[in-house]
């Protein structure tokens, strides 16, 4: 956890418990190490055939302020790719950026 600068976290939304559990891994991998929210992803994995549903998906906040994607990797796994390059191009911004304002308080 130390030095992160991102996390994803994987849940299956048809298992009521995941809904809790995730709540906790939010709590210690994004609260605790004082990242942003837009440095974490939600991944709502529905297993091949369940027919999850799709649509507005009701979390507790602040989890219902994360960036959220439906996964399924048998419907659209191509959907999951670009929303992932996408999530790991904002991490390497905000990287870069933060890396920028060091060197600049450095310089001056």
Partial sequence: MKDAHGVVIIFNPDIPSHRKEIEMWYSCFVQQQLLQDT?????????????????????????????????????????????????????INSMSESRDREEMSIIT
């Fill in 39 to 91: 440095q974490c992803l939600l991944i709502a994995h529905h297993k091949p055939g369940s027919g999850g549903d799709k649509g507005k998906l009701s979390l507790s906040p602040p989890l219902n302020k994360l960036k959220l994607v439906h996964s399924n990797l048998e419907d659209d796994p191509e959907e999951i790719r670009m929303e992932f390059i996408k999530y790991l191009k904002s991490i």
